[in-house]
């Protein structure tokens, strides 16, 4: 998702500079360009080789290196930059960059970028605290600096506040929005993701394999593009997506409440989720007891929540559903299609393997309402969502 974008990192000397190799890692698996610039106390808490092996470019630090800025000069790592990421940043280079000091090679780099800067500091809670730091991160936010906020728990001081520097995936996704045209912005996206539970006691309920990955990363790319995205969930493992609304819901009937709550404000509908078709007649308050011979149980029909939706929908409202198939794909897909009035329909195969249920991959086919349809091949989710959502960006452009 990052593939032709080069961002560069500035590492500064705090203890959470060892993190930093992690979101290294990251970007390059996402498939950016990394550049490093570490400052002089960086170098004390982790080692510029690791840091230059992962990123596969010579790190950045000392400004009159004679070899280095004759290969890349600090004015050029400035210019490439499409975003620079200070992580972890430190009181020192808070202060330092709300004051335009430019005293080393990452403080001239930033002074001299015009790419957005996100800042990531990590310290000791007295010292983030203190009103002058505080005045400093608000002097950079002012400026248009992304700040992502420390997390609370215990610090490496062991004393216990905030200073931890934020989750990863929370400095990633900051990174993800901030290199992401906003061409949702404005637009309101409701997305159903995961599985359903529907009981028959207090602990044992029908469901399916869902996990909800393909809904999640609807929600994700969706709100990357500054859509106002609303989640509706069922029970998953997964970490919300940042800045989404999210809904959890367990049954197929709560689902179809919260949703028909929603729908009206809708622009896009995208119903992700493997909502349960049936569900059992009565659910016993207590665990059934385990007797001699079969136990049979009633089940009824669950309402189908995008025909509903199809037969509802407002002028201009984009509705998108997904058709997940063992056989029979296409044919199957498009009589969905027709039956619930979609603008599209997602044809998910099933069979084929790194395709469907719990993969983080997805081999999917789009299909229109004028029977033209997109093979796409078996690509990451995050991907798939890209592809879902340029064409829903297409359909909102034409009405
Ligand atoms: O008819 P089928 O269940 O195969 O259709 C799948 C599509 O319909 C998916 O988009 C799913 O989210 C949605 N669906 C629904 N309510 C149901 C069952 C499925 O909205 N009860």
């Given at each position: 998702m990052l593939d032709g974008k080069t961002i560069v990192l500035g590492v500064t000397g705090g203890?959470?500079?060892?993190?930093a190799a992690e979101v290294v890692r990251s970007f390059v698996k996402a498939g950016a360009n990394v550049q490093v610039v570490m400052t002089a106390n960086a170098r004390q808490f982790v080692s510029p080789l690791t840091l230059q092996t992962l990123s596969g470019q010579p790190v950045c630090t000392?400004?009159?290196?004679l070899g280095l800025e004759s290969q890349i000069g600090h004015i050029q790592v400035a210019r490439a930059a499409h975003l620079i990421m200070v992580i972890p940043a430190t009181a020192n280079i808070i202060a330092k960059m709300a004051a335009g000091i430019a005293d080393d090679y990452l403080t001239t780099v930033l002074l001299a970028a015009t790419a957005p800067i996100v800042v990531c500091p990590a310290m000791n809670v007295k010292m983030y605290e203190n009103p002058v730091v505080q005045r400093n991160l608000e002097t950079l936010r002012q400026r248009g600096c992304i700040i992502v906020e420390p997390e609370a728990g215990e610090l490496a001081c062991k004393e216990e506040g905030?200073?931890?520097?934020?989750?990863l995936t929370t400095i990633l996704e900051t990174a993800h929005r901030a290199l992401?045209?906003?061409?949702?912005?404005?637009r309101r996206v409701l997305v159903s993701a995961g599985p359903t539970w529907e009981a028959f006691d207090p602990v044992r309920y029908i469901s399916n394999p869902s996990t909800g990955k393909m809904g999640y990363a609807l929600a994700t790319v969706a709100a990357r593009r500054s859509a106002e995205v609303h989640l509706v969930s069922g029970p998953t493992y997964l970490h919300p997506p940042l800045g989404v609304h999210l809904h959890r819901i367990v049954t197929a009937l709560q689902m179809e409440e919260c949703i028909t709550g929603l729908?009206?404000?809708?622009?896009v509908i995208i119903m992700a989720a493997a909502v349960g078709d049936y569900r059992p007649a009565e659910a016993s308050p207590h665990k059934v007891k385990k007797a001699e011979g079969d136990l049979w149980v009633q089940l009824l029909r669950n309402p189908d929540i995008l025909a509903g939706l199809g037969q509802r929908r407002r002028d201009g409202q984009v509705l998108v559903g997904f058709a997940a198939e063992t056989e029979n794909l296409v044919e199957n897909a498009m009589q969905k299609l027709t039956q619930k009035r979609l603008d599209f329909i997602v044809a998910n195969n099933l069979?084929?393997?790194?395709?469907?249920?719990?993969?983080?991959t997805n081999e999917v086919k789009i299909i229109r309402k004028d029977g033209s349809m997109d093979e796409l091949p078996r690509m990451p989710k995050e991907r798939v969502a890209g592809e879902i959502l340029n064409r829903i960006e297409s359909l909102l452009a034409s009405t």
């Open positions: 203890i959470a500079a060892y993190k000392d400004l009159f290196d905030t200073g931890r520097l934020a989750e992401t045209p906003g061409s949702l912005a404005g729908a009206r404000d809708m622009d069979v084929n393997p790194g395709s469907g249920f719990g993969c983080d």
